[in-house]
């Protein structure tokens, strides 16, 4: 099974021209991912890597049936692209461009929510059905297809994880990528129920980090709903407070969405939560 | 970002939300005529720095004579609050408190919305009703596609008043904040306390707003309002070069692909006994002239005694990153230690490429650590002896 993607997944690039567009189609596709088209305004009627680039989503979910897309438009555009997508009947959106106003993005999460669609990022890497598909710009290579679900708000952290997981053996069945940003489309209680619902994973980590309080919801929600065992990661114990350590909604406000409250709230709830990235593979075992 | 009190009123009262009258004042004699021109008996003289707490510092006086408001200033321009100079304050005029509301303008992560916030509890510190009577304050989302239209405004008005001139000016007051919010970019507009006089008028007393870093490039004239410290200069020096960098006062300096590894990487310093002299996320590529960008930012602090290079190669490939940090540090002059720890593709080949070189190579996170901390110990000691 796998959540989210796998073969069935006719994927769009909005922003295909563009240097990271290209680049990242260009991996998709060699991973195996069913690319059918891109868009890009003015560029209509052309083609990359094999594939017909349109004006308008709308134009290219005509022609080519996609369900899927991924947007690398620059920031100040992106919102706009998500809505677009979702208006044009995109079933699931996949944005990655970092630094989008957070006003903008409450508009277009709310827009894609109306439409009925499934928002993931912005500014997140997308997300990856090991030997199936990738939706993304995670290194291919590192994944190994398998039964542990991986849920995170980081890029490279998860990478690490991810990258030890497969060293120990471990496959993942999905891994996704929830964004860095204060509002993100899917979060942990979302995906969580995904993955419980999902045949193929067996037990899932989650990876969060200081800010907000979705990690101590997360808690209350498998303590009430998950029954796969769940292993935690949590970055940034040390940050200071007030201080943005990278990723816009990664803030301790007011004393609040520290690491170790959620630690605490995970612990509770029956999580095993690993002091160390490399720590997690021994958990799940 | 924050800015000022008295910034928070002047964007207020260019939304017609009604504030009283200040001035604002760098030194006690200025605070004395500002005391003449305001013309009333008693006013509130209030430390403007960009952080919390002040009234509980004592930046947040009253004063009823010229004598009074002269001593009050000096005491109030000579604090350090939370580490901020006080280096301006304003004078007010103290109004006739009848009740004290809160309101404010958030952005909710689990609403995924604007939030509007409000408490007949004004006047306190929100976090604390928040904790110990959250029925006492009521919270909104807001549709940002109905905004807060007229019917929705005066229904929230008459939580606080019965007297529908007092809700037509809460209401008018809601409508005003919320465009406010909207138009600027806000992550927090807030109203505390919200006061309603004896003769009943509302009037916003206190002012905070927050914004958003993302919108900054379409909000110049918010941009220009902005008062940095050094090391938020340095942080945005930082970004301008597609960094994320926070300061912190360790000893152990770090570049790391990537938010969430870097702050993974300052915990495990931490844990293994050291203590991290910033957080630093140089994005995801390494390229050589961003690691001599980012080597710069770090040797800039007297302080750091050894740099540990934390990367993931994923899309770069660790041989490629090993050539990039070969390349940059032949134009890097220190001696400082760097311990290096590359993991992810071609690893191996990465690590082989840095052998024998002036880099500490380490094969795990914990390995690399441990290599970081024990330099500084080591350094420590020589230095002790």
């Not at chain 2, 009258?21 to 760098?26: A, N, P």
Request: proline share 4%.
């Amino acid at each position: 099974m796998s959540i989210l993607i796998d073969q069935s997944t006719r994927l769009i690039v909005q922003g295909i021209t563009g240097r990271d567009g290209n680049f990242h189609a260009q991996k998709m596709q060699s991973y195996g991912t069913r690319l059918v088209g891109g868009t890009s305004p003015g560029k209509g009627g052309s083609a990359r890597l094999g594939v017909p680039v349109f004006n308008t989503v709308y134009d290219a979910v005509e022609a080519t049936e996609a369900n899927t897309s991924i947007i690398f438009v620059p920031a100040p555009y992106a919102a706009d692209a998500i809505m677009e997508a979702a208006d044009a009947g995109i079933r699931l959106i996949v944005c990655i461009t970092e630094g989008i106003p957070t006003l903008d993005v409450v508009k277009a999460y709310r827009f894609v929510q109306m439409k009925q669609a499934t928002l993931i990022g912005p500014n997140c890497p997308g997300l990856v059905s090991p030997g199936k598909c990738l939706v993304g710009i995670s290194p291919a290579q590192i994944f190994m297809q398998g039964n542990v679900g991986v849920i995170s708000r980081s890029g490279t952290l998860t990478y690490e994880v991810v990258y030890h997981l497969t060293r120990n053996g471990l496959g993942q069945s999905t891994t996704v990528g929830m964004g860095g940003d204060p509002v993100t489309g899917l979060y942990f209680n979302e995906l969580l129920q995904m993955m419980e619902e999902d045949e193929q994973t067996d037990s899932i980590v989650m990876i969060g980090e200081i800010g907000g309080n979705a990690e101590e919801l997360a808690a209350a929600y498998i303590k009430k709903h998950i029954t796969k065992p769940v292993v935690a990661f949590i970055a940034g114990q040390t940050a200071p407070p007030g201080k943005q350590m990278g990723h816009a909604g990664a803030i301790i406000s007011s004393g609040s969405g520290t690491a170790r409250e959620k630690i605490a709230a995970l612990e509770e709830a029956g999580v095993k939560v690993a002091r160390e990235p490399s720590e997690i593979p021994s958990l799940l075992l | 970002m924050k800015i000022h009190e008295y910034q928070s009123k002047e964007l207020f009262s260019s939304y017609g939300i009604p504030v009283g009258r200040q001035i604002l004042c760098y030194t006690p004699s200025e605070a004395v005529s500002a005391y003449g021109k305001l013309g009333v008996l008693k006013v509130v003289l209030k430390a403007q720095v960009l952080t919390g707490g002040r009234g509980k510092a004592g930046g947040v006086k009253l004063a009823g004579n010229a004598e009074e408001v002269k001593r009050r200033a000096e005491d109030i321009l000579s604090l350090t609050i939370k580490g901020f100079p006080v280096k301006k304050l304003i004078v007010t005029e103290a109004a006739d408190i009848a009740a004290e509301y809160y309101v404010s303008y958030i952005i909710d992560r689990n609403s995924k919305s604007v939030i509007l916030m409000m408490s007949r509890e004004g006047g306190i510190d929100i976090e604390t009703v928040a904790r110990e009577t959250p029925e006492k304050i009521h919270s909104f989302p807001i549709d940002p596609f109905i905004g807060l239209p007229d019917y929705l405004a005066r229904r929230y008005a008459f939580l606080f008043f019965d007297s529908m001139e007092q809700v037509n000016a809460l209401a008018g007051i809601l409508q005003k904040l919320y465009r406010l919010f909207m138009e600027k970019d806000a992550n927090l507009a807030e109203i505390n306390p919200l006061v309603a006089t004896s003769s009943g008028e509302l009037l916003a007393v206190d002012a905070k707003m927050t914004f958003d870093d993302n919108a900054r490039y379409r909000r110049p004239e918010i941009e220009a309002l902005l008062e940095l410290t050094k090391e938020e200069k340095t942080e945005i020096r930082a970004k301008e070069k597609g960094f994320s960098y926070v300061h912190m006062d360790g000893n152990i300096g770090c570049m790391v692909n990537g938010a969430g590894l870097a702050m993974s990487t300052m915990d495990m310093i931490k844990l293994y006994g050291g203590e991290p002299a910033n957080f630093l996320d140089i994005g995801g590529s390494s390229k050589p002239e961003k690691v001599v960008d980012a080597m710069k930012l770090l040797l800039d602090k007297t302080q750091v005694q050894v740099v540990l290079i934390n990367i993931f190669g994923g899309i770069t490939r660790c041989d490629d990153v090993a050539i990039g940090l070969l390349e940059a540090f032949k134009k890097i002059e220190t001696n400082i230690p760097i311990v290096v720890r590359l993991t992810g593709t071609n690893e191996e080949e990465g690590r082989r490429l840095l052998e024998n070189t002036r880099f500490l190579v380490a094969e795990s996170m914990s390995e690399a650590t441990r290599m970081a901390v024990q330099t500084v110990k080591t350094n420590e000691k020589h230095s002790a002896s």
